[in-house]
């Protein structure tokens, strides 16, 4: 069993930051990569960034150069800081993660957050 916890969304106004946070909890052996994809109104669900345990990072096109993704292994937590936003960045935000769980025998198995709305509006 794992659970995420999401927090750090809100409303901004355009040129702002925001930073979220997500953190794991359960019967973790060890987590694997972690994420955030985020889904707009009438859009679908799109990857925002990732991070593997060893720390090496990928972002969607629309967020390069302007938000930075973490992670704290230590308290299985990622993060993400989000700069320069803009309307368009408007949508909730989920966090992900892949999870060894104690006694699965090495089974990855991948849970949800349960999403946190960034607004960014004037």
């Known amino acids: 069993q794992v659970h995420l916890v999401e927090s750090g969304g809100g409303l901004v106004q355009p040129g702002g930051s925001l930073r979220l946070s997500c953190t794991a909890s359960?019967?973790?052996?060890?987590?694997?990569?972690m994420g955030w994809q985020r889904q707009a109104p009438g859009k679908r669900r799109e990857l925002v960034a990732s991070?593997?345990?060893?720390?090496?990072?990928n972002y969607g096109d629309s967020v390069k150069g302007r938000f930075t993704i973490s992670r704290d292994n230590a308290k299985n937590t990622v993060y993400l800081q989000m700069n320069s936003l803009k309307p368009e960045d408007t949508a909730v935000y989920y966090c992900?993660?892949?999870?060894?769980?104690?006694?699965?025998?090495?089974?990855?198995?991948?849970?949800w957050g349960q999403g946190t709305q960034v607004t960014v509006s004037s």
């Open positions: 359960g019967n973790i052996f060890s987590v694997n990569d």
């Open positions: 991070i593997t345990s060893g720390g090496s990072s």
């Open positions: 992900n993660a892949e999870a060894v769980l104690l006694g699965s025998s090495g089974r990855v198995y991948t849970a």
